[in-house]
């Protein structure tokens, strides 16, 4: 039986990227591609526990504000679908990119939040969920560093893709159209003092900063297969 026929693909090329853009090491992101269904399977396990997890969050808000809501379980949604449409052979530029964005903004973020407010999540979840929320998520941002491969983050992509996550910003923390605001429960209120400020505005700093990150990594990466090409003498 052809393991690689039945669960993905021989990998896609790799342009010559710097380290920083393309921190895995080719024989890792050559892995994700040639099991790339079993990705997607723990991708969509992912999702499913993450809208589990957001259940008392969809009971409280309307359900114009819903797509709000599942952060995390939205990224890993978008890189399955992502990587499901290139195993298939239909890649999406606009999904890479949506994918991109999520999975190093939310990745992140939490791992953030959870460090910051700490005593409560661990009070609340226990070192285990504890544990398995901080490694689940530094694992999103790990599979999004195999994208470059599979799009190299075109101008209008980046558009999409900034423009959907500015937008959540604003309905997560800034301007609920709706009811309240959709960010992540926190086991604090969002008035609580903290540090110099209140848990709101440490959780909001840190996804306004995770916005912006995403978005310089897949420009640079944009400029630098650019730079790639044109040295190559190949249409850019």
């Keep these: 039986m052809d393991i690689v026929g039945a669960l993905g693909r021989d990998p896609p090329d790799r342009e010559s990227l710097p380290r920083w853009l393309a921190p895995l090491p080719e024989a890792l992101e050559d892995v994700a ?3 790339v269904w079993v990705i997607v399977a723990i991708n969509l396990l ?5 809208f589990w997890y957001y259940r008392f969050q969809f009971r409280e808000l309307p359900v114009e504000m819903w797509p709000f809501i599942p952060d995390s379980p939205g990224a890993t949604l978008l ?3 992502a990587l499901a449409a290139w195993g298939l052979g239909r890649s999406s ?3 890479a990119t949506l994918a991109f964005f999520g999975n190093v903004k939310l990745g992140l973020w939490t791992p953030y939040v959870l460090v910051a407010f700490s005593p409560a999540f661990l009070a609340n979840s226990g070192p285990a969920m ?9 694992g999103m941002v790990v599979q999004a560093f195999v994208l470059h491969r599979i799009t190299d983050f075109p101008l209008k992509a980046v558009a999409v893709a900034t423009a959907w996550y500015t937008v959540d910003l604003l309905m997560d923390y800034f301007v609920p159209v709706l009811g309240e605001v959709t960010h992540t429960s926190i086991p604090y209120p969002d008035a609580e003092p903290w540090f110099t400020t209140t848990v709101l505005q440490v959780a909001a700093a840190g996804a306004v900063v995770l916005t912006v990150i995403p978005l310089f990594w897949a420009l640079a990466t944009r400029i630098a297969t ?11």
């Design 226 to 236: 650019l730079r790639l090409r044109i040295g190559r003498g190949d249409d850019a």
């Design 46 to 50: 992912g999702t499913a526990f993450g």
């Design 130 to 138: 504890y544990a398995f929320l901080f490694v689940s998520h530094l």
């Design 93 to 95: 530029d606009t999904l």
């Design 79 to 81: 890189i399955a679908l």
């Design 33 to 35: 591609f040639r099991f």
